[in-house]
């Protein structure tokens, strides 16, 4: 028992009152929270401008880690991310972690939304119009015209054997459509 709980538990004992007792934290405990704060503006200094728009962050933080990529110097760096971690103290860590987790191309979700995006790509290019008319029907927010378009630029580009950037175009098409609505036949399986 530290000094400060036994003498505030003999305080209370001598005026006859109940003891509380606070939740302290440890200097351990903050020092780790503290290196985790550090490592956490670490990693968001290594995204891009437009991944850092999804994160939840203040425009101090987003300017401090805008700033971190022009410093060379390692003790002026190790001293501007000590300063950054202070600032993430005051953001929802959570909310930071969760991000990450939906922007990483290793994430489970992430995976099965590439071959689901996959499967619907080469399902549109094999059958194109009860493909079609199933994905329509599936996603019914998706644009209609430029999902027929994109299936037929692929079939040119492949007739004239081009590279393939239709191609491409409607598989992040896909992504995007899928990633926007939420299938009920992945989630079951995340819950599972």
Do not use: C
Not at 22 to 36: L, N, W
Not at 43 to 65: D, G, N
């Amino acid at each position: 028992m530290s000094d400060r709980r036994f003498f505030g538990a003999k305080k209370a004992l001598l005026l006859n009152t109940p003891v509380v007792e606070a939740a302290e934290i440890s200097k351990t405990e903050r020092k780790r929270d503290a290196h985790a704060a550090r490592d956490i503006g670490e990693r968001l200094s290594e995204l891009t401008e437009t991944q850092l728009k999804t994160f939840p962050l203040s425009e101090t933080l987003q300017a401090s880690l805008k700033e971190a990529r022009s410093i060379t110097a390692h003790g002026a760096r190790k001293r501007h991310f000590q300063y950054i971690g202070k600032l993430m103290r005051q953001h929802d860590v959570a909310a930071i972690e969760a991000e990450f987790i939906r922007i990483d191309p290793d994430a489970p979700h992430n995976i099965r939304l590439q071959h689901e995006s996959e499967r619907w790509r080469d399902r549109l290019l094999s059958d194109e119009n009860t493909a079609v008319t199933a994905f329509i029907a599936a996603y019914p927010h998706s644009d209609v015209q430029a999902l027929r378009q994109l299936v037929r630029a692929v079939a040119k580009e492949r007739a004239e054997q081009k590279p393939p950037r239709y191609f491409r175009e409607l598989f992040r098409f896909v992504r995007d459509t899928l990633s926007m609505t939420p299938n009920p036949a992945i989630n079951e399986q995340e819950t599972e």
